[in-house]
């Protein structure tokens, strides 16, 4: 149980492109979800946390404007990167946790690279 | 944030125990101590945690010190399979930072 997916695993997009990551938890529902970012031979950075229905709140130096992340349902979060660009290549992380399980359950990650 | 210190690398041989040590000397009354793994190109995946009590699970043992300043992660029988980034996160709730990891070796 508590599996969550992610999509797409790689995304490939020119420079000034926006882009969409969807983070799911498959068989639960998830009372936060949160994003990290991971650069080569580097550690998970937490990016932001995300809870149902209210608006994300983002680690210092995360720009809220160019990572827009939306929390719909207890199921769904999605992370658009706006006009992309080369430095913001990266391996995506989305993570979900169970209220009261102190325990996240992280997606497989998706690669973006931007041209 | 409280701090994490973890050995950069370690190796050990096939069917040994791993014992993987963690340093949180600032670690607070409420910080749950969190053991994750991460493979390469891949999410990372859930090992233990704990509070105060030692721990087991059909995939680890937590040993934590009785003043919880450290922690040891010991896998029991290391398999070519448990090579990995393995983290060592505090949190008092919910929201994790990652420190930089120990990189696990088993050697053949």
């Known amino acids: 149980g508590a599996v969550v997916s992610q999509h797409p695993s790689r995304v490939i997009c020119k420079s000034g492109t926006s882009v969409k990551i969807e983070c799911r938890s498959l068989d639960f529902q998830a009372t936060t979800m949160f994003w990290y970012r991971q650069f080569p031979k580097q550690s998970l950075m937490l990016m932001a946390t995300s809870n149902e229905g209210s608006k994300a709140t983002y680690e210092q130096g995360v720009e809220k404007d160019k990572f827009l992340i939306n929390h719909a349902s207890l199921t769904l979060s999605t992370l658009t990167v706006t006009s992309a660009h080369p430095e913001d290549s990266s391996f995506y992380i989305c993570?979900?946790?169970?209220?009261?399980?102190?325990?996240?359950?992280f997606g497989p990650g998706t690669r973006l690279t931007v041209l | 944030d409280a701090k994490t210190t973890q050995p950069n690398s370690m190796e050990s041989n096939e069917e040994e125990p791993v014992h993987l040590p963690c340093n949180h000397s600032t670690i607070s009354g409420t910080d749950y101590i969190h053991w994750y793994r991460q493979l390469p190109s891949q999410g990372p995946e859930y090992v233990i945690h704990?509070?105060?009590s030692n721990v087991n699970n059909r995939m680890a043992s937590l040993a934590i010190a009785e003043d919880r300043k450290s922690s040891t992660l010991i896998l029991h029988r290391a398999t070519l399979r448990d090579a990995a980034v393995y983290y060592c996160i505090l949190s008092p709730g919910n929201q994790f930072y990652f420190g930089t990891g120990t990189s696990l070796t088993v050697i053949p």
């Open positions: 993570s979900a946790d169970i209220l009261g399980s102190w325990t996240q359950y």
């Open positions: 704990g509070l105060t």
